[in-house]
């Protein structure tokens, strides 16, 4: 201990160095021999710089007993599990909350200005802390599913490879003890633990070789775990850690002799003593906890790691907002507050009255702004953070997992998380560029989306979605419905209709009285204690009975999402007449047919191109450019797509799901025989070429050009057979 405090850089307190030094194995291997003034440090070999996108920190390389270390509340792998402190509304769905944490501060002015390199918590009282590290420990096993094999039987068998790494955190209780007979507490008003950075699972399942809980050890073992009588309980690590290795010695002792293999004592033999690395330092400890988290962040933007999605959207949103704060781009109090860790309220411009739904609304769209950032400098951070293409490159799957960002870390305002996948709404060309809209506060909008444009569409681009996810009303499409039904009216079971947000938003869309009407209610049951919101008439006026998803389909249904059919332009030479047919409403804007490309180029499952800007107000920025629903522009039973050469007529009926099926195999049997054709043709020339003498018939411009046409054709081909397979098609059905 003191030699890890006369070590330059090195900024642990003294609690956690004594704490951490119960657990350590041959600590002398990591010391440095005496100086000239009988001083000894760490040894330089076992000290190194972690560098991540938030900040650096110092972590010293031990070797700890396997027991030690305690699961982390706050590893991001379970962050869907609690309540955020963002949320500033408390409901009846409320989960448990994590306890906020701080930098640990110096004892005295005399140690300095800077904080510690640790972490500081108020959880309410021992319980509170107990049953916190045991909800963490057992969420981990709930998830362990994810994983292909089983981590407990690997460490017994192999041991463990991988260093885990922790870092020190002292917990204050706020409520005072109670007292014992005696007049004395009956526990410790305070605990210091090593939390687990990185190998929480690790930590845990060497814990269950062991026979204990992090929770234990982090706030006391029982007698009856250490071999001892009563049922007294040991805080001091330093007694408790001496008696367990004491039974334990015992009983491998007499496993070994009784050739007892599974023996708690026999089993714990390949992790006795385990590698790991802790934090002991960094430049800037008031960002610490930021630092730690990021460490482990790569592995989420680059699975496979078994993260739910809104585990995985959340971190990557966190890896963003520090690489902003890291770059000084964002400020520090503000991103705590867009990462979920501190709550809306303390944000600057939120107002003293705001209401619950205005200050979710409010972090939101803060958060959104940040993930489809017009500032270069921001596009180029948020590029690195996530490691995208180019800005004009950026791809329909990198635009989506944007969004669903920005959805896992909206949902922490909210009492319960929802499928990500909800926000998946944007259409590639008109996010390159960043998000542009006007930042009108939540009430405005909703005071004036039934009469301004501007306010009703970014009502539906932007909050709509989620609104109606949190209090399930729609999903995102999953794909197939079989099984899936929804409580109708009469309390039976209907079948759910297939649908995707974006047909959603349309049926919004296409009902602006009733859509208006929907999205005060929806933000009045928020202002409301989360109550469930009441369905709406026709007319926008407020009804008995609660809103369920077979009534918002029946109100708001599929059909009604579906794309318009858009009046073609008169072609290139038409008179006044002309323009004046294919503009009927009399507006002057005809909307010009879709050349063959362009309509190719459209995103799938019916999304249409980009809306246009909206008109801003005075002093505003643009509104926001969302794309909206639209059938599937594929030749389906003769109709051909138009293209630009095409003249006035009908818009193509809109095709039927069986249709759209039928056309894709039709295709698929086209693409068949043309590739059949092709190769019958190539080998007619190799037959041809070698009766002329011929080596090689295709070395010249022509042969080049088919090289070239197959090797673009493979990759397609490639596609779109994975999707024919995600989609059910399977040979040999």
Known sequence: MEAALATPHVKSPRAALQNAAAFLVDPEHSLSEPDAHGVRTLREGSLRTVRTDAGEMLVVEVQMHGVGGVVWEHNERISSLWHSTADPAVGGRTKRSLTRVHPWPRESPDDGEQPYAALLSHPPNRQWLTSN???????????????????????????????????????????RPQLNADGEPMHPTEYVGWMAVRGNNRTKRRQDIFGLTSAEVLTGVPASKLGLPGDEVFFDPQFWLEK????????????????????????ATNVAVVTAHLVVGTPTPERLYRIVQMSNRRDHVHPPLEFVPNDRGRALGRSVLGMYVARGVL???????????????????????????????????????????????????????????????????EINRRARAWSALTSESYPAPW????????????????????????????NAAD???????ELVAYRAAHWLAAFDIIDADRGSLTGQKTDDDDGAKA?????????????????R?????????????????DRRPVRVSRSGALLIEEMSTAWFDREFPKDSGKRRPKVPAPRQGGNASDAARNDPGGTGASTQWFSQQEWRDQPGDGAAPPLPALSPSAGESTAPAM????????????????????????????????????????LTRQLLELAERVEASLTAVSAAAAKAGIDRPLAGKAGAEAARNLARTLPSVRTMRDTVEDLGGRTGQ
């Open 133 to 175: 590290t045991e909800e963490a420990s057992d969420e981990l096993d709930r998830r362990d599913g994810l994983r292909s094999y089983d981590l407990k039987e690997d460490l017994v068998l192999n041991g463990q490879q991988e260093p885990g790494m922790y870092i020190p955190q002292r917990f204050c209780l706020t409520e």
């Open 244 to 267: 367990l290795s004491d039974r334990l010695n015992q009983e491998w002792a007499e496993a070994r002799l009784a050739g007892d293999e599974e023996a708690t004592a026999i089993r």
């Open 331 to 397: 400020d520090e109090k503000e991103s705590q507050v867009l990462s979920g860790l501190a709550p809306v309220s303390e944000l600057s411009l939120a107002a003293d009255d705001a209401t619950v739904s205005e200050l979710r609304d409010l972090r939101s769209m803060m958060i959104l702004r940040e993930l489809f950032p017009t500032d270069p400098h921001k596009k180029l951070l948020i590029r690195r953070a996530l490691s995208e293409s180019p800005p004009s490159q950026l791809s329909s799957p």
């Open 419 to 446: 499928n990500p996948r909800i926000a998946e709404v944007f259409n590639a060309g008109s996010v390159r560029a960043g998000l542009h809209f006007s930042g009108r506060p939540l009430r405005e909008l909703l």
């Open 451 to 457: 009469k301004d444009d501007n306010a009703f569409e």
């Open 495 to 511: 079948a759910r209709v297939r649908r995707t947000v974006k047909n959603h938003l349309n049926a919004l869309r296409s009902n």
């Open 513 to 529: 009285v009733m859509a208006v009407a929907v999205l005060r209610e929806l933000a009045r049951a928020m202002d409301e204690g």
């Open 627 to 666: 794309g909206v629903s639209a059938g599937i522009g594929a030749t389906v039973s003769g109709a051909a797509v138009p293209s630009e050469a095409a003249g006035p007529g009908p818009w193509p009926a809109e095709p039927t799901f069986e249709e759209q099926v039928d056309a894709a195999v039709d």
